[in-house]
């Protein structure tokens, strides 16, 4: 699992080099209210020179699967609970 901050760079090598993986997008202090869980292969993130920061406003956690990313919401996010959503 890797988390991104003010590191699109490493955000897109990540993505690309793990097709298979997921993603959770969400606020630099991380808030229960605003977890977004994307496939790496999702349109919406990650499009290379799009003129998009995508590690500035928002941070992103990587992993190659799903139950990564739910137990490290469950610790580090206050009110989370896990829902299989991918979007």
Not at 57 to 79: M, N
Request: with cysteine; hydrophobic share 35%; net charge negative.
């Amino acid at each position: 699992m890797r988390m991104f901050v003010d590191d699109d760079q490493g955000f897109l090598a990540w993505q690309q080099a793990h097709s298979d993986g997921y993603i959770v997008n969400t606020t630099r202090v991380p808030r229960a209210d605003y977890l977004i869980l994307h496939r790496a292969t999702c349109p919406h993130l990650g499009r290379p020179n799009s003129g998009v920061h995508w590690t500035r406003d928002y941070i992103k956690i990587c992993a190659e699967e799903i139950d990564e990313l739910a137990r490290w919401a469950r610790s580090h996010v206050t009110g989370t609970s896990y829902t299989d959503s991918v979007g």
